[in-house]
Structures are given as C-alpha cells and as structure tokens.
C-alpha cells in the first residue's frame, strides 16, 4: 500500500416474483435503518477505521439476483406498486437517495463513471461539494482533455451546472473562467495550481489535505484509481455538512461477478470506492461472495482484512452482512404460479402444470418466468403438463422456439455479443425494425440503462441459444453462428466510423467487436487501426478481451498489455520486446514492432528503432507508410547521406511527404523559408481527411519555423496552443509555448509567465526540458543580456545526454550563437554545400530574430 492509498485514513422477470422473498426484504430493511442511524450520528465517516456500508447478496445465475435488487430500490423509494409481503416494514422517513450500477456484460469498472453518478444522488439545491467538484473538474481536464464533463442530471437538478459554479466561486481569485464546455489540459493545470498554492475562497477547503495530495497525483498521472479515490473528496464533502443534512444514500452495484476478474485489477477500483464511501450504503449483487475480508489480499486490493470489513466475515449476523441467495421454496413456486394463473395475461394453470413446473424449477425465479412465457405462446389452446418441467437450458430453447421465425434469428443474433441496441441486431440481420422492436419486448430481453447498448440477453438464455440442436429447423450450425457475428463486426465497424469525434462512445463499440473477434477467431484490420487511434492506449488496453496466442484478437490484446498496470518507459519496451519473442501472426508482429519503433524514437534511441522500421519496409517495400516513417528515422538520426540513398532506392509517392522530408532538410540547413513549406502543405492534406491531431502537429511545426523567422504573433501562438490543449497534445502545447515565448521575450514579466505556463505543462506530462525550451528560453536570455541564466541553461543542457537530432542540432545552433562551444561536429546533409554555409545561414537568422524581438512587436 503507497502513501497514496492512505490519505483518507484516520489518524425476465415479473416484480411479483420477489414478493416472498422476505428474507432478503427484511435483512436489507434492518440494514437500512441502521445505516441511516449510522448517518445522523455521525459514525459512517472515514475517520472509523472499519467499514459496516456493504451488504452483499450472492447466488447462482439465475436465482433473481437483479430483480431482488430492483425491487430493494424500489421499495426504499417507495415506489413499490405493490408491496405485498414486503409491507410489514416501511422505508426511512426523509428522503433517500440511490444509484444503481449495472456490470452486466462489462469488463471494467468506470470509475469517474460511478464517483460521478454519486454525486449526482447526493445533489439538492444548496448541498455543495466543492471538494469532489475541484478534484473531478481537475482529472477530467488532464485525463479527458477536450471534452465536456457529462450531463448526470437527477431529478431535474443541474448537476454539471453547479460544479461549474463551484469551480468560479472558489477559483475566482486564481484567475479561472469555467462553463459547460469542454475542459482542458490547461484547466486542469490552473485547478491543480491554484489548490497546491491555497489560493481558494472556500476556508474549509482549504484544510482538506486530501484533495493536495489528490492533486499532485492527478497531474503527474490521472489514472482510473486516482478517479476512483475521488470518492474520499465526495465524503469528505458529506461529512463537513450539519449532521442532519447529511443525506441517507443507497447504490446498488450490479452483476458484480463480471467484474471479480482474475487479478483483481478491475475490483481493485471497485474496492477503493467503496471503501471511501462509509456514508453510503453499498447492496451488491453476484454470483461471488465478497471476500474482501481475507487478510491475504492486501497485495491485491487497497483495503482489505476483516478489522476493515468486519460485515463480510461469513460468521457475522448483523445487518449489513452478506447472505447467500437461496431458491425459492416450493411452496412460494406454488403461490407464485397460483396467483399468476389465469392473470397478467396468462391462461388458467392446471394442478397437473403448477406440479410439473414446480418440480422442474428447482427454486429458480428465471425458471418460473420462462415457464410462463411457454404458457402465453400457446394463444389460448389447452395446456399439456408435459410440455412443462424440463431443465432450464431445453426450457430457454422452449420459450425461443415459440418466437416467430423473424424473431429467432434476431435472437441468434442477439446472443452473440452480450449487450446490443435495436440498430446493431437489425443492421446485421437486415430486418425489419418493427420485428426487433418486438422482440427487445419480450421476457427473453432486460433492459438497463447502458447509453449505447441498452439491451441484453439472461447468460442462461444466451447459453442455451448457443447450444440450440442443429437438429432443430433453423438451428445454426457453427458456421452459422461465425458467419453472423462477421456481420456484427462489420455493423460495429460502421458504427465506430460514425463514432469518430466520440471516443468514450467508440470504445463500447470496439469492445463488442473485439469480444466477437476473440469468440469467433476473426481477423478485422480495421478493429486494429481503431483501437490504436484512440487516444489512451492504457484504457484502451482494460477493454480488451484477455490475451491469447492462439487468435488474432487474443495476440492483439497481448500487444496492448504493454499498457496496462501503469507500464511506462524501459517497462513498456522490455513488454513489447518480450511480447515479440513469441509466435505472433504476421500482421500482429508488424503493428507491435511498428509501435515498438515508435517508442525508441520518442527516446532518442534512433538506431533501434530504425532497425524495426527497416525490418518492417523489408516485408512491404511498397508502404508508402514504412517508406516515410524510415526516411524520418534517418533523418532524426542526421544520417543524411542513408536518407538519400533511401529516397533514391524507396521514392516517395505522396508529394506531402515528400516534400515535408524536403522541408526539414531545408531547416536543418537555415533555409527556413523553404521549409514551412512541407508542414503546411502536409498539414492541410491531412486536415482534408479527418486525421486532425496529425494536422495540428505539422501547423505546430510551421508555427515554430515561422516564429524563427520573426513572422508569427501571438495570437497564433495561441490559436494552436488553445487546439492542442483540446486535444490534450501536450508537446504541441509545449512547442506552441516555445514560440510564444520567442514572441514575448522582450518583456521579461510576460516571457516568465509563459516560462511558468510550460513548466506547469511539462510537470503534468511527467516530462523534462527539451529542445523546445531549450532554443525558446536560450532566445529568451540572448534578449534580455543575460549571462548568468544563460550559463545556468546551457550547464544543465550538456548534462542531460542528448544524442544529435534536427532539433537539438538547432539548439547547438542558439548556443553557439550565444558563444559557447558547439557540442556536436557538423553535419553534412548535402554533398554540395559545406556545413559551414548552414551555420551561417543559421547565425543570421538568429540575429534577425533578436533583432525582430527586441524592437519588433510582440
């Protein structure tokens, strides 16, 4: 456990199913009575070390384990149609608030998803909660640069709206300006400064320790388990309000067993929310016991051990406990069929029938309501016991063979992917969207409120579909089954397209697809290039199927473990160069050493990467892709006479690469005017085919020569600079910094601000100076004639180990200028011209720029 860890430590179904299910009613009752007690006297705090807010129901599937938690909301609510046995209690007075969680189908726990639905529970006009609001506003800015926190509104209240007026309110000293839009990296810089700095108006705030250290750990990495402790701000809030505004909450956390996976990395967020929620009450439903009290996983999950969880011990009998979800009794099967019989649409059930299904069902909700749906199908004919009483998986094909035959194939198709929407099923099957809004009716289908994929199949429906006799008339064979879920991967891909400025949205898609390629064994290029466009590979990476050797998405998610469990640097490569040992399809290994590649350029170690990217042009010499990305390699490298014999041996055919390897050539050599010509010209053709990000990188770079040249102005400094911060592109912000600075080094009071501004950027990416700033601020003391800053910035620039590359090559180029030794020898980038007439030419742009600054506007 890290310090981190410890820094909020103390010093189908029909409702009328459940009616007997008093037990479960009566245990929950108790519970929540305790609970809100616990509440008003203040005892539900972080500061008590053990935690009595969870209470956990668990059983096989099946057994009605959602609709149990369903029905507990609705009662504590109130909104119970009803009640029948369960009305020998009544919910707490006063207002309760809840939040249902629902995992089904998922493999991962969104975190800022559900510290954000909690904060939406609590909300109520004059209830603020400017501890969570400051931390969530600042991860979201450097986590989720450029879009806008989403609209969690409950019950009519604007939720979104009032932790935008909490962020003005406490931060209107420090300069901040917030509204509905999108936020950004640089937001989140202001918040995290502002609160490192106590330059808030809030007083109480300004005592919560907590939120610094949550701060600091946001900018240097804004993680999911940083967003998950974002729940310890939310009760932190709670309990500075007057005891009896402290309101009584209630989640219901959903299918957990989905996301109880092996290594408990998803539990892991799971865990930590709810430990630092001791206010509110968790009701978690599974198929596993929470185990949590073990004292052994400590190296596994942040809060664990019995002292910590002394409810989940199984020997505890006070409520909040957790209790195995038993099957119904056959008496409560017999109640249950007789008041159905003849109700609810229905037909009159015979003794003979009510046995039959009484002796099949075992106890199981699911069962019963199957067994029903046979019974609607029969449209009024008499009922037979013996087509009544059979095991669960021949009952589940009983109910789907009674679907008219349109129906069944939308079912075949449903059953494949474990959510889908009315779009995906119809677009796949083409069919009728008046067939597949029927069916999404039927018992067979729940409905929850996932925002894209609303729908699913029960496990055990979808189970026995897949098992469906291929005896059976119009049973799919597997080709059958393999040849739709192609379809389904085609439709997905189609709506990953349309997804395109959406990447929360486009991830639910790629998930679908990537589990039906993992299922299926199905190869889909495009599902490739989409999950290494999006932006975070490292969550990106908790979305994949788990790895495999033996299919190509499990081979492709093995690629992306290089992401996972915070891998960065040396560990990242020594995964991805581990990965590559192994038998790896053709296509796999060439993106994994493609990224490989890009990973050893980022760190300068440009002879690695240009023996990947050799290796790869080798086995396609007509990539165009592979042909530019070694030309760049060898030109990072400054083995420019390679770069010519390989532009000679691998022309370029795309005139904006070409000419874009032609341009910085030229800048190497001073010839700045000819070479903005290659970033323009590449950037609008990009720009013309959605690649913007890639756009935004070569306007950067022509900005940057641009200002060299003494031609830009500040405000298309900051017109990039407000683009990047958009995208979260943090070295395009920095290069538009650099030039920003040029253009402001004449006013030390301004240039310092901005120095501030880049040092603020570099902190958040966990970066260090580099070539930018070093050139900028190097400009910077040339202006203002300062020798001892310039000392000072060159000492420090020759003790980082920085191999030759165009950029630094032009650093060299400022510091010789300013006086000092060149560092590296010269470069020949042409057999023509003498390395010396660059220099030159170099020397004179300098000097016009100094001279451009120090009279020239800013």
């Known amino acids: 456990m890290s310090e981190?860890?410890?820094?909020?430590?103390?010093?189908?179904?029909?409702?009328?199913?459940?009616?007997?299910?008093?037990?479960?009613?009566?245990?929950?009752?108790?519970?929540?009575?305790?609970?809100?007690?616990?509440?008003?006297?203040?005892?539900?705090?972080?500061?008590?070390?053990?935690?009595?807010?969870?209470?956990?129901?668990?059983?096989v599937g099946g057994i009605g384990k959602t609709e149990l938690s369903r029905r507990l909301e609705s009662w504590a609510r109130d909104e119970l149609p009803d009640p029948g046995d369960w009305s020998g209690n009544v919910p707490p007075e006063g207002p309760l608030h809840s939040v249902r969680i629902d995992f089904h189908g998922s493999r991962v726990v969104n975190a800022v998803d559900i510290v954000l639905r909690l904060r939406a529970a609590v909300a109520a006009r004059g209830r603020r909660f400017p501890a969570f609001d400051l931390g969530l506003a600042a991860w979201w800015s450097l986590a989720r640069p450029g879009t806008a926190l989403p609209d969690v509104s409950a019950g009519g209240f604007d939720v979104r709206g009032q932790?935008?007026?909490?962020?003005?309110?406490?931060?209107?000293?420090?300069?901040?300006?917030?509204?509905?839009?999108p936020l950004t990296v640089r937001t989140g810089i202001r918040i995290v400064e502002a609160v490192r700095e106590n330059r808030l108006r809030n007083r109480t705030l300004r005592r919560c320790e907590p939120l610094v250290h949550i701060m600091n750990q946001t900018q240097q990495d804004p993680s999911d388990y940083v967003a998950a402790t974002l729940a310890g701000l939310l009760s932190w809030d709670l309990e500075n309000l007057a005891a009896d505004r402290r309101p009584v909450a209630v989640a219901f956390a959903d299918a957990a067993e989905y996301v109880q996976d092996y290594d408990r990395t998803q539990e892991r967020l799971f865990n930590r929310i709810v430990h630092l929620t001791p206010g509110v009450l968790w009701v978690v439903t599974?198929?596993?016991?929470?185990?949590w009290d073990s004292p052994h996983l400590n190296q596994l999950l942040p809060a664990t051990g019995p002292q910590t969880w002394p409810g989940l011990r199984l020997e505890t009998q006070e409520d909040p406990r957790q209790h195995l979800v038993g099957k119904l009794s056959d008496t409560d099967v017999e109640q249950y069929l007789r008041t159905a019989s003849g109700?609810?649409?229905?037909?009159?059930?015979?003794?003979?029938?009510?046995?039959?299904?009484?002796?099949?069902?075992?106890?199981?909700?699911?069962?019963?309501?199957?067994?029903?749906?046979?019974?609607r199908s029969g449209h009024g004919d008499p009922l037979t016991a013996a087509a009544f009483g059979g095991p669960l998986p021949e009952l589940?094909?009983?109910?789907?063979?009674?679907?008219?035959?349109?129906?069944?194939?939308?079912?075949?198709?449903?059953?494949?992917?474990?959510?889908?929407?009315?779009?995906?099923?119809?677009?796949?099957?083409?069919?009728?969207?008046?067939?597949?809004?029927r069916f999404c009716g039927r018992t067979l289908v729940t409905r929850d409120d996932h925002p894209l994929f609303p729908y699913r199949l029960h496990d055990a429906v979808r189970a026995a579909i897949a098992h469906e006799p291929v005896t059976e008339p119009g049973a799919w064979a597997p080709d059958d089954r393999t040849a739709m879920a192609?379809?389904?991967?085609?439709?997905?891909?189609?709506?990953?397209?349309?997804?395109?400025?959406?990447?929360?949205?486009?991830?639910?898609?790629?998930?679908?697809?990537?589990?039906?390629c993992a299922e299926h064994d199905l190869i889909a290029p495009w599902l490739a290039d989409a999950l290494t466009d999006l932006p975070g590979f490292a969550r990106t990476a908790e979305r994949l199927p788990p790895p495999a050797h033996d299919t190509w998405m499990g081979q492709l998610s093995g690629m992306?473990?290089?992401?996972?469990?915070?891998?960065?640097?040396?560990?990242?490569?020594?995964?991805?160069?581990?990965?590559?040992?192994?038998?790896?399809?053709?296509?796999?290994?060439?993106?994994?050493?493609?990224?490989?590649?890009?990973?050893?350029?980022?760190?300068?170690?440009?002879?690695?990467?240009?023996?990947?990217?050799?290796?790869?042009?080798?086995?396609?010499?007509?990539?165009?892709?592979l042909r530019y990305q070694v030309a760049r390699g060898l030109q990072a490298k400054g083995d420019f006479a390679a770069l010519h014999r390989h532009l000679s041996d691998y022309p370029l055919v795309d005139p904006t690469t070409a000419v874009r390897i032609k341009s910085d050539l030229a800048y190497v050599r001073g010839l700045l005017d000819e070479s903005v010509v290659g970033p323009v010209t590449r950037g609008a053709y990009l720009r013309e085919r959605g690649k913007h990000q890639l756009a935004l990188d070569n306007d950067a770079t022509a900005l940057w020569r641009r200002t060299l040249m003494g031609r830009s102005t500040v405000d298309e400094c900051d017109a990039v600079l407000s683009e990047a911060d958009r995208y979260g592109e943090t070295l395009t912000m920095r290069t538009a910094l650099a030039a920003k600075l040029i253009c402001r080094a004449d006013d030390a009071a301004?240039?310092?601000?901005?120095?501030?501004?880049?040092?603020?950027?570099?902190?958040?990416?966990?970066?260090?100076?580099?070539?930018?700033?070093?050139?900028?601020?190097?400009?910077?003391?040339?202006?203002?004639?300062?020798?001892?800053?310039?000392?000072?910035?060159?000492?420090?620039?020759?003790?980082?180990?920085?191999?030759?590359?165009?950029?630094?090559?032009?650093?060299?180029?400022?510091?010789?200028?300013?006086?000092?030794?060149?560092?590296?020898?010269?470069?020949?980038?042409?057999?023509?011209?003498?390395?010396?007439?660059?220099?030159?030419?170099?020397?004179?742009?300098?000097?016009?720029?100094?001279?451009?600054?120090?009279?020239?506007?800013?």
């Open 343 to 375: 109700t609810a649409g229905n037909p009159e059930l015979s003794p003979d029938v009510i046995a039959r299904i009484r002796s099949g069902a075992h106890g199981l909700p699911l069962y019963l309501s199957l067994s029903l749906s046979i019974a």
């Open 750 to 858: 301004a240039a310092r601000d901005v120095i501030a501004q880049t040092d603020s950027v570099i902190r958040t990416a966990s970066g260090l100076r580099g070539w930018r700033e070093w050139t900028s601020r190097t400009l910077f003391g040339l202006c203002q004639g300062d020798r001892a800053y310039l000392d000072e910035l060159h000492e420090t620039w020759l003790s980082r180990d920085t191999p030759w590359s165009l950029n630094s090559h032009v650093v060299d180029r400022f510091f010789v200028f300013a006086g000092y030794s060149p560092r590296y020898e010269p470069v020949q980038v042409t057999s023509t011209e003498d390395p010396a007439t660059a220099d030159e030419r170099w020397h004179a742009t300098i000097t016009s720029l100094l001279e451009t600054s120090q009279h020239g506007p800013g």
């Open 560 to 625: 992306f473990e290089a992401w996972r469990h915070g891998r960065a640097g040396l560990r990242r490569i020594a995964c991805l160069e581990e990965f590559l040992t192994g038998p790896l399809r053709a296509d796999v290994r060439a993106r994994a050493e493609l990224r490989l590649a890009y990973l050893h350029r980022n760190r300068s170690a440009f002879g690695s990467s240009l023996r990947l990217l050799k290796g790869l042009l080798a086995e396609d010499p007509q990539s165009q892709f």
């Open 486 to 516: 192609r379809r389904l991967v085609d439709t997905l891909g189609r709506r990953s397209r349309a997804l395109l400025g959406d990447s929360n949205r486009r991830l639910d898609v790629l998930e679908l697809a990537a589990g039906l």
């Open 4 to 59: 981190f860890d410890r820094i909020f430590d103390p010093r189908y179904s029909a409702t009328e199913l459940f009616t007997n299910r008093v037990d479960e009613y009566t245990a929950f009752a108790t519970a929540l009575r305790v609970h809100g007690e616990r509440v008003r006297a203040g005892s539900a705090t972080l500061g008590h070390a053990a935690r009595r807010n969870v209470m956990s129901f668990y059983g």
């Open 163 to 181: 932790i935008t007026d909490t962020l003005n309110e406490t931060l209107s000293d420090a300069g901040a300006s917030f509204g509905l839009g």
């Open 396 to 437: 589940a094909t009983r109910v789907f063979a009674n679907l008219p035959e349109r129906e069944r194939e939308i079912a075949r198709a449903a059953s494949l992917v474990p959510r889908f929407d009315e779009d995906l099923i119809n677009q796949a099957t083409d069919g009728l969207l008046g067939d597949t809004h």
């Open 286 to 291: 599974s198929r596993n016991r929470l185990d």
